[in-house]
């Protein structure tokens, strides 16, 4: 699950970075990646990211109780500064919380050996981090049960 929605425009991670990211989970798993949203903007964000990735999949409307399925019955979750990311967390799947404006270290995931934070402000992890990031923590998961 990739939750590219959050409360600021500043706390977005840029689409480019999203799309090299989903390409590589992609090329890895051959899984699909869905795209919750919440509002219309977000809709339309999640459904350009869909028209460049035919595996990505942009989710209906989702209520709490869905988002909260949808979360806790993931490989793993990707996600900017977002309530959803915490719930993902919460729910102890793998998440790797990507921070561009705030810091992590006051508003991050609770950490874990399948829950990292990247990132600060100003400083934008790269996809590459990202994406080994959540492998090392879907990996953790899967050792531990």
Not at 31 to 46: F, Q
Not at 93 to 109: E, L, M, Q, S
């Given at each position: ?11 977005l991670w840029p689409q480019d970075c999203w799309l090299n990211l989903l390409q590589k989970l992609y090329d890895g798993s051959g899984s699909p990646v869905y795209l ?110």
């Amino acid at each position: 699950v990739a939750l590219h929605a959050t409360s600021r425009d500043s706390k977005l991670w840029p689409q480019d970075c999203w799309l090299n990211l989903l390409q590589k989970l992609y090329d890895g798993s051959g899984s699909p990646v869905y795209l919750p949203w919440g509002n219309e903007t977000e809709k339309l964000r999640a459904e350009n990211i869909a028209a460049k990735l035919p595996f990505a999949r942009v989710c209906d409307k989702l209520n709490l109780l869905q988002a909260a399925f949808l979360l806790d019955n993931a490989a793993g979750v990707i996600g900017v500064d977002t309530g959803l990311l915490h719930l993902a967390n919460a729910l102890d799947t793998p998440v790797v919380g990507i921070y561009t404006d705030t810091d992590p270290a006051k508003t991050g995931v609770q950490v874990s050996p399948w829950a990292l934070n990247l990132g600060n402000v100003a400083q934008i992890p790269e996809p590459e981090e990202v994406y080994q990031s959540l492998l090392s923590c879907i990996r953790a998961k899967f050792e531990a049960v």
